[in-house]
């Protein structure tokens, strides 16, 4: 099986079986799309839903944002042969992993939700929320895929010994 690997502001696309795409989430969002019927899907990770009224965003770092990413994924899976109104989306992520953040987790899943809504996009499964980092894989040609929640809290490193002074001899004090 070969393994196809994104990450913030990519996408791929796939019409061959065997092939699975993956990517790890944490407060950024997966979408995946597949079509059923002409067995085209395709996978993308953005870092927010979309820029500000009064944000200025570069051409470059336009896929960041989930309102583009879903529009490249869905116009090249259509290029591929995919229908928009057969489309189904597995949608992950939007975890609120940093306090610090505030709720851009939680901002990044709402996004993905009304988008999906707006454009008449049936959600067949989705795991969004929460306070864990995902790792996401997905079959695009036969529209499966599994999501691990990564652990909350990274274990404990059991203690490296330390070696003691031989016991006996001289102690000399300067």
Do not use: W
């Not at 597995?90 to 901002?107: D, E, K």
Request: net charge neutral; charged share 20%; proline share 6%.
């Amino acid at each position: 099986m070969r393994r196809v690997s994104i990450v913030q502001g990519e996408n791929a696309i796939v019409v061959e079986p065997g092939v699975v795409v993956s990517t790890l989430l944490g407060s950024c969002v997966a979408a995946c799309l597949y079509d059923p019927v002409a067995k085209v899907g395709g996978m993308n990770h953005f870092l927010l839903g979309e820029p500000g009224a009064d944000h200025r965003v570069s051409a470059g770092d336009m896929q960041r944002y989930g309102v583009h990413a879903m529009e490249l994924l869905i116009n090249g899976m259509m290029a591929r042969g995919a229908m928009r109104h057969r489309l189904r989306a597995h949608v992950y992520g939007g975890g609120n992993i940093v306090s610090g953040l505030g709720g851009i987790g939680t901002a990044n899943a709402t996004f993905a939700r009304r988008f999906m809504a707006d454009e008449g996009i049936e959600i067949a499964h989705s795991d969004l929320g929460g306070t864990s980092a995902r790792k996401v894989e997905f079959l695009p040609h036969e529209g499966k895929s599994r999501c691990t929640r990564v652990a909350d809290h990274v274990p404990e490193r059991p203690p490296v010994p330390v070696a003691l002074p031989p016991v006996g001899g001289e102690l000399e004090l300067f």
